[in-house]
Structures are given as structure tokens and as C-alpha cells.
């Protein structure tokens, strides 16, 4: 019987009682009718966050004409792995030396917009007193700072991981916006060898969507990042099939959360064979297979495509970004490089004073060469041997 009584209270609504659009217009001022009018009302309520206009600045700032980012993002412990290559023990004054080398390079604006720090470079200074985060405003690159807290097993799943670091980053991210950083990273992986799993995937959409809403909350572009990891003897069409249904199930997630296309940068991997697989694929064909899939999965709202070298060595990461650019493109195809920027550069400096300089021409002449590849100009003409050694390392993590 009530619910009768409420369906007889309901007033009846007739089609000249709604408009076009999105907007509902009633007739009479009923309560019933205000109801309904709030209920229309809450469905269309779309998070917007109050730095929407910087935010979709700063990606396009970006993801500008002939340049990328320079990912030196790593944790001090793989840091520590990085000086102990060429000799040097892990002090925050080596880890410092280092950063500031790459930071103040002179003339490093013109090839790099943004540079992603670890947390105790943002909050840093250079070895000549001066804030890192000012370093960097004053070449004309966007700081920006990586949020996650790293990967961990996911219980239930083929032996995959999940990515930790969601838990108290609203107030890490506000932080960070007032040190300086403008855009923030969060890395997730997905093992082709592992699976991978339902799980594991929808674990590493969501995480990112998460982050991503967050991220944009507190006034930091987020950079969205679902590395397909190269292990594996798989071809590329398995990695092609695999990355199709890990960026729908990410662009799925980041509506969910109404994350704004605008504001973001995506960071994936290029489409490529598993890094043990006997068939390899030239440039041409890592373009073509990429661009299908970013033609078939990413809305064209999103600024700028800012790929990862994922272990390719500096050449071939350079190869295959140039590739991609020899048409135009919706977006900014560029890149996000760690190591495919700064492996030569790092053994040139050896932890020598003496070789600064020397080092740091290097790092130009290779963050040159990638945004002549973001121009699709690139020639490879005088790379070293250097350049040519690849990077791959099974299971790598940082």
C-alpha cells in the first residue's frame, strides 16, 4: 500500500515539459518536480577541479613542438645502481652531484618541457646552493614529481604486482604543488609472460584513474603511465592485443573518476616484441602498430603521447619516436625518457668534476637528437657505439 501511495503522488510528466539539452523544465514548482530536477541534476555533476584552466596550460606546455621530458625520477636506490656503475657510492652529495649535472645543462630548454623529479630532488638544491625546482623554472622546463610508492605483489594474481602510494596522496600532491611541481608521474606495469590477469589489469587502471583525479585536485597535470613491460618472447602482435585492452580498461576507469582529458599526459610504451623474441621489429613497423593502437584507444583531448623507452637503448628509442612523427598526429608524439637520455651522459661524467661539461654536451646532443625525432627529422647520422647498446633488464624495477 505505500508504495502505491507513492506512485499516486508522483506527478505525471508530459514530453512539453522537458527541453533540449541538459537543462530540465518544469511546469509547476512541485516538490515532486524538485526532486526529480535534483536527482537529473546529480547525474550530470562532473568533478571539476578549480585549476582546470592551468592545468590544460601546463600539458600544453608540455607537450610542446620539439620537446619531451626528462624522466630522473629514480628512487635513491636505483639511483645508488646508477653511481655504482660508474664507481660512485650512494651519498645524497653524489646523488646531488649528479642532479644538478643534468638540471643546469645550458641550453637544455630548448629540447626538454618538463622534468620529473624523485622527492628529495624537488625539495633539493643544486651543488651551488641554488633550489633545483628554480633551476629548472629559469630553463624554461615545467618541474613535475613522481607520487607513487612503488610496486608490490597483488595477492591473487599470477605472481603480478599492483602500485602503491594512493593512501595520503591528496595532501603529498597539495605539497608538492606549493614547492613548485606542476605536473606529477605514477608508474604501473602489466607482464605480458604473467597473463596478464583480469585482476592485475583492472588494478592498474584503477590505481591510475585514482591517482589522476587526485592529481589534477591538487593542481598537478597527471602523467598516466601503463608500462607493458618488454619481458617476455612474445611478438608484437601479442603485445598489440594486450596494450588494446589495458588502455581501454585505463580510459575506462579515468571517466569513472572524471578525470579531464585535457589535463593529462599519457606516458605508454611503444608497441614492440618482447625483448627475448627472436622476430624484431624495424621502426616502420613499431610505428605502425603504435599509431593504430593510439588511433583506436586515445581520445584526441588528450595534449601529448609521451612515450617511455621501456630498456630500448638511446638509438632505438630515438628510431622509433621518429618514425611515429613522419605524418601528423592528434597529439604531441613525443617522449619521457630516463635512461635512453642519460646512460651515455652518465658514463661520461664517471663522477669526474673535470667531466661535467663533457657530460652535459652529451645530454644535450642526445635530448637534441630526440626532439628532431618529435619533428620526425631525425637521421641518426653520427650516434656513437654508446648509443647503440641496449637496456633491458629482466624484471627491471626502480
Not at 44 to 56: F, G, N, P, T
Not at 104 to 109: V, Y
Not at 262 to 279: F, N, Q, R
Not at 293 to 305: D, M, S, T
Request: include cysteine; proline fraction near 5%.
Amino acid at each position: 500500500m505505500a508504495s502505491t501511495s507513492l506512485l499516486k503522488a508522483s506527478p505525471v510528466l508530459d514530453t512539453s515539459e522537458w527541453v533540449k539539452g541538459q537543462s530540465v523544465l518544469f511546469r509547476q514548482p512541485s516538490s515532486a518536480a524538485a526532486v526529480l530536477r535534483n536527482r537529473a541534476t546529480s547525474l550530470a555533476v562532473r568533478a571539476a577541479s578549480s585549476y582546470a584552466d592551468e592545468l590544460v596550460k601546463t600539458a600544453k606546455t608540455i607537450a610542446s613542438p620539439g620537446r619531451g621530458i626528462l624522466a630522473m625520477d629514480e628512487s635513491n636506490a636505483t639511483c645508488g645502481k646508477r653511481l655504482d656503475s660508474i664507481g660512485l657510492e650512494n651519498t645524497e652529495a653524489n646523488r646531488q652531484a649528479y642532479r644538478t649535472l643534468l638540471v643546469s645543462a645550458p641550453g637544455l630548454g630548448q629540447y626538454i618541457s618538463g622534468a620529473i623529479l624523485f622527492e628529495e630532488t624537488l625539495y633539493q638544491s643544486t651543488t651551488e646552493g641554488k633550489k633545483m625546482v628554480d633551476v629548472l623554472v629559469e630553463q624554461n622546463i615545467v618541474p613535475g614529481i613522481k607520487v607513487d610508492k612503488g610496486l608490490v605483489p597483488l595477492v591473487g594474481s599470477n605472481n603480478e604486482s599492483w602500485c602503491q602510494g594512493l593512501d595520503g596522496l591528496s595532501s603529498r600532491t597539495a605539497a608538492y604543488y606549493q614547492q613548485g611541481a606542476r605536473f606529477a608521474k605514477w608508474r604501473t606495469v602489466v607482464s605480458i609472460p604473467n597473463g596478464p590477469s583480469a585482476l592485475a589489469v583492472k588494478e592498474a587502471a584503477w590505481g591510475l584513474a585514482r591517482y589522476a583525479a587526485i592529481s589534477q585536485d591538487s593542481g598537478l597535470v597527471p602523467i598516466v603511465e601503463p608500462e607493458i613491460l618488454l619481458d617476455g618472447e612474445h611478438d608484437i602482435d601479442r603485445t598489440y592485443e594486450v596494450a588494446e585492452k589495458v588502455w581501454a580498461e585505463v580510459f575506462f576507469y579515468l571517466a569513472q573518476n572524471n578525470v579531464m582529458f585535457e589535463g593529462i599526459l599519457l606516458k605508454p610504451s611503444m608497441v614492440t616484441p618482447g625483448a627475448e623474441s627472436k622476430d624484431r621489429a624495424t621502426p616502420e613497423q613499431v610505428a605502425s602498430y603504435t599509431l593504430k593502437l593510439l588511433r583506436n584507444r586515445i581520445p584526441p583531448a588528450v595534449p601529448g603521447i609521451m612515450f617511455l623507452s621501456g630498456g630500448q637503448s638511446e638509438l632505438e628509442a630515438t628510431l622509433n619516436l621518429n618514425a611515429m612523427n613522419q605524418a601528423p598526429n592528434p597529439w604531441h608524439v613525443s617522449f619521457s625518457y630516463a635512461r635512453a637520455l642519460q646512460n651515455t651522459c652518465l658514463k661520461t661524467w664517471g663522477g669526474r668534476a673535470e667531466n661535467v661539461n663533457a657530460a652535459q654536451t652529451t645530454l644535450l646532443g642526445r635530448a637534441k637528437a630526440n626532439s628532431l625525432a618529435q619533428l620526425g627529422k631525425y637521421t641518426g647520422e653520427g650516434e656513437s657505439e654508446e648509443a647503440k647498446e641496449g637496456m633491458f633488464v629482466k624484471g627491471y624495477t626502480y
